[in-house]
């Protein structure tokens, strides 16, 4: 009867902490959406007009190398429905203390995602099945860069790479590397564009890789 006793003692202990746990994350997470949101409406109304804030919803992962990402509602998609957008965020981002510049700079990056996704048909949005492509993924990624640049977010950008370079596994920091621009390309793309913005429209149709593509662009 006694080890009966203990052991129920020890299920309710148990039962408890993860119910705990379980209430802590769910806290954490909405508060993660919450300021994800509220930086989403400021950028939007600043630098996105063309967005309309309704038709995003804000949802939570995990991962230890992302922190946020844009994705279609796959489930409107293939249903015919309204189209909705899906911002997730890693509520480990602020947990991690990102600097706030970085954060309004990378959710700029995510909401030039968005416009694409708005800009598009369904049926050319079909040709997203290509980021399974390495080559494709990074032109992808780079031209979300480049909006965000555009649109005065590239001091942000480099805060944001700095800090996520030292923030997830070294092993990732390559593919990084080459999906993005680095702080380095991206200090050389903001130094060109103040003599000669309209370069930015030449590197949308074709994006650069690198440093040296970027020099090369305007020989």
């Given at each position: 009867?006694?080890?009966?006793?203990?052991?129920?003692?020890?299920?309710?202990?148990?039962?408890?902490?993860v119910n705990y746990t379980k209430a802590q994350i769910n806290d954490e997470n909405q508060k993660a959406i919450d300021r994800t949101?509220?930086?989403?409406?400021?950028?939007?109304?600043?630098s996105y007009p063309e967005i309309k804030l309704k038709k995003i919803k804000i949802k939570t992962f995990s991962s230890n190398s992302?922190?946020?990402?844009?994705?279609?509602?796959?489930?409107r998609f293939l249903t015919f429905q309204k189209m909705r957008h899906i911002v997730y965020v890693n509520p480990k981002v602020f947990q991690l203390n990102a600097p706030?510049?970085?954060?309004?700079?990378?959710l700029a990056h995510e909401l030039?995602?968005?416009?694409?996704?708005?800009?598009?048909?369904?049926?050319?949005?079909?040709?997203?099945v290509r980021l399974t492509s390495e080559s494709f993924i990074t032109k992808f990624e780079r031209k979300a860069d480049l909006e965000a640049?555009?649109?005065?977010?590239?001091?942000g950008l480099i805060e944001y790479r700095k800090w996520l370079y030292q923030n997830i596994p070294q092993n990732n920091?390559?593919?990084?590397?080459r999906d993005y621009f680095?702080?380095?390309?991206?200090?050389?793309?903001?130094?060109?564009?103040?003599?000669k913005p309209k370069m930015f429209d030449s590197w949308q149709k074709k994006v650069p890789k690198n440093l040296y593509e970027i020099k090369k662009s305007i020989e």
């Amino acid at each position: 009867m006694q080890r009966l006793i203990v052991y129920l003692g020890l299920m309710v202990f148990v039962l408890s902490f993860v119910n705990y746990t379980k209430a802590q994350i769910n806290d954490e997470n909405q508060k993660a959406i919450d300021r994800t949101q509220q930086i989403i409406n400021e950028i939007a109304q600043k630098s996105y007009p063309e967005i309309k804030l309704k038709k995003i919803k804000i949802k939570t992962f995990s991962s230890n190398s992302n922190f946020f990402k844009a994705r279609v509602s796959y489930t409107r998609f293939l249903t015919f429905q309204k189209m909705r957008h899906i911002v997730y965020v890693n509520p480990k981002v602020f947990q991690l203390n990102a600097p706030l510049e970085g954060i309004r700079a990378i959710l700029a990056h995510e909401l030039a995602h968005v416009l694409y996704y708005t800009e598009k048909n369904r049926l050319e949005l079909l040709g997203l099945v290509r980021l399974t492509s390495e080559s494709f993924i990074t032109k992808f990624e780079r031209k979300a860069d480049l909006e965000a640049i555009q649109r005065g977010y590239g001091e942000g950008l480099i805060e944001y790479r700095k800090w996520l370079y030292q923030n997830i596994p070294q092993n990732n920091v390559e593919s990084k590397k080459r999906d993005y621009f680095s702080p380095e390309e991206i200090e050389l793309i903001l130094e060109i564009t103040k003599e000669k913005p309209k370069m930015f429209d030449s590197w949308q149709k074709k994006v650069p890789k690198n440093l040296y593509e970027i020099k090369k662009s305007i020989e």
